[in-house]
């Protein structure tokens, strides 16, 4: 089996994707991994326990597939969500990047568009990119802020078939308003994907869109156990939407896509919700300790609902980053210019960060 092997460039690789970089952030054994904006905390023990056992009666059935429907899931999910939402009205997948390429296989595809406001979560134009469907980017304010009126104005005028709305922002942290999605609902003619990844970060006061879906068919809202259920590694994230626009996904899933141990995890999870969730306000305690701390030492952290801070004032983003990484603390330099971006930890990896970023120096 010796010789040269192929090289990329050399396979019949659709013309849309050459010259196309896959999604990927570093991983490094680092003891302070603070770059993809996981939930730290590891699962309570007892948590855990309900889990594998949960699993280990799912093993007794392994050889036949799994629940097609994958019903009490999806009723675990609606009853999680409330706002008087049903089983019907429910999906899920291997994660919410797979939800998320569930919507663009069913909505948009060769010949159509998909838009956001950028800069935004860098998968959503992969993903696009990857269903044959051309990406178109928006803009936003300098504090990376969007309006109801420019956003509207922007949708229409780009008339895409499916927009992206992440709400709160990644990789900014940045709130998005209600406002906004309503009016760019009116604006759009196509499916509206509101990205709820990080709302259980947001104030407790904040409104869901969910609120917004009675009406609206063309609505989604999309949301992941990786962050605040800390089930990053499970691979689980799922969206509420109008039953029919539900039924149009089953057009494109794979058969039996989440597997029957997938389902037992993630039903076994839900049920402790309110215990898996009790990590999120120590979260937000870091969080805004990240802030205020990056502030004293001369950056310029932007406000953010989310368990990440975007700091800006960073005069070398690659040399910090390395002189971070030389430290042990690996953080994310999101390719926003005099930008980098670190993960709300624990309180012990919060210190280690605040710890090695003084040691670089103040950005006065």
């Known amino acids: 089996m010796g010789g040269v092997s192929a090289r990329l460039e050399d396979l ?17 054994p680092l003891p302070v991994a603070l770059n993809v904006n996981e939930n730290t905390h590891p699962v309570p023990q007892d948590v855990a326990d309900d889990i594998l056992d949960s699993i280990a009666r799912a093993l007794r059935d392994v050889n036949r597939y799994p629940d097609r429907e994958f019903t009490a899931l999806r009723e675990g999910f609606a009853e999680y969500l409330g706002h008087g939402l049903t089983r019907d009205q429910i999906w899920a997948a291997n994660g919410s990047n797979e939800v998320l390429q569930h919507i663009l296989q069913a909505f948009a595809g060769p010949g159509r568009t998909a838009f956001g406001f950028s800069p935004t979560y860098s998968m959503y134009p992969l993903l696009t990119r990857g269903t044959g469907a051309q990406w178109v980017s928006g803009t936003r304010a300098a504090d990376y802020t969007v309006s109801a009126s420019d956003a509207a104005s922007q949708v229409a005028d780009a008339a895409p078939d499916v927009v992206f709305l992440c709400a709160p922002n990644n990789p900014t942290g940045t709130p998005l308003h209600l406002d906004v999605v309503e009016a760019v609902y009116e604006a759009a003619d196509g499916i509206v994907i509101v990205d709820e990844a990080y709302f259980e970060f947001a104030p407790a006061d904040a409104r869901s869109a969910l609120t917004l879906l009675p009406g609206r068919e063309r609505l989604v809202v999309s949301r992941t156990m990786s962050k605040a259920f800390a089930f990053a590694g499970a691979r689980v994230g799922y969206l509420a939407a109008d039953p029919a626009l539900i039924d149009a996904l089953r057009l ?3 058969p039996y896509h989440l597997s029957a141990l997938t389902q037992a995890a993630a039903s076994a999870a839900l049920r402790h919700a309110p215990v898996m969730l009790g990590m999120v306000d120590e979260i937000v305690a870091q969080r805004d300790r990240i802030t205020a701390t990056v502030e004293a030492l001369g950056y310029t952290p932007h406000e953010s609902w ?10 070398d983003p690659a040399t910090t980053w390395q002189a971070l990484y030389d430290q042990g603390v690996l953080i994310r330099d999101v390719g926003i210019p005099h930008h980098l971006r670190v993960t709300a930890g624990t309180a012990d990896e919060t210190t280690a960060f605040l710890d090695a970023l003084a040691s670089v120096g103040s950005a006065a």
């Open 12 to 28: 019949p690789l659709r013309p849309d994707l050459r010259g196309q970089k896959p999604y990927g952030a570093p991983q490094a």
């Open 252 to 254: 494109v899933r794979l």
């Open 306 to 315: 989310t368990n990440f801070v975007l700091f800006g004032g960073v005069d």
